[in-house]
């Protein structure tokens, strides 16, 4: 069974502070994503990554950065949190194999709010 | 730049009642193409994919898709639904072109079902 985790499910920080949101999986996948999900809005792909050092700007990564040391963890980093990036942060991961295997796992989750 | 057009934000339909909900895309080229559904408090999950061959594809809990080239479409049906279908769901897809290829999800529709 595929299983992404994510280190929170709520977290509460302060303007300004940084922060840090942990991912990982236990499929040995090649690709990993965060999006965040706001309502009326969708997933937003904020980074992905498709190799360990590897990582790639999805459609929103301003104000992020992210790591892949490892290959089975992922971490999105707010280098400076502000309100606007209150929302709810998913995590993914997907077999770097044949367009067959390209569906996207997902972990519960992790609610932020920036006070 | 691919987009995902889900017609309804809100649903609400009594047990027993037929459901449609319509996804739209833009991408003239070959496509992946997916239903995620989110139920409460729980992960997002796979509801049933199409990669190619048959254009009507059947996922879990009875739910279908069907895509139709022509119209750049992928409606998902249930013909009765229940209670538990109470969830949100996104249309998401996988476009290849040139460079990475990446989901691009919907904005969602929560549907709603009353007993």
């Known amino acids: 069974d595929v299983k992404v985790t994510q280190s929170s499910r709520y977290l509460v920080k302060r303007t300004g502070e940084k922060v840090f949101l942990e991912c990982v999986q236990d499929m040995d996948h090649e690709n990993m994503f965060w999006y965040r999900q706001d309502p009326g809005l969708g997933l937003r792909l904020i980074y992905f990554?498709?190799?360990?050092?590897?990582?790639e700007k999805g459609d929103i990564p301003e104000g992020y950065s992210v790591s892949r040391e490892k290959k089975e963890r992922f971490s999105l980093i707010l280098e400076s949190a502000s309100t606007n990036q209150t929302s709810m942060y998913l995590c993914a991961s997907s077999s770097g194999l044949a367009a067959i295997y390209n569906e996207q796992f997902f972990g519960p989750g992790t609610r932020l709010t920036v006070l | 730049a691919q987009s995902v057009s889900q017609h309804n934000h809100h649903v609400i339909l009594s047990e027993a009642a037929s459901l449609e909900l319509g996804c739209n895309y833009s991408y003239g080229g070959t496509v992946n193409l997916f239903w995620y559904v989110q139920y409460p408090g729980q992960h997002l999950q796979l509801l049933l994919k199409y990669f190619s061959g048959d254009p009507l594809v059947k996922g879990i809990k009875g739910f279908e898709a069907e895509f139709i080239k022509s119209k750049f479409s992928f409606n998902l049906r249930k013909p009765s639904v229940q209670w538990s279908d109470t969830a949100e769901y996104f249309c998401a897809v996988k476009g290849f072109s040139g460079g990475y290829n990446k989901l691009i999800f919907g904005a969602g529709t929560r549907l709603a079902v009353h007993p």
């Open positions: 990554s498709y190799d360990v050092k590897m990582k």
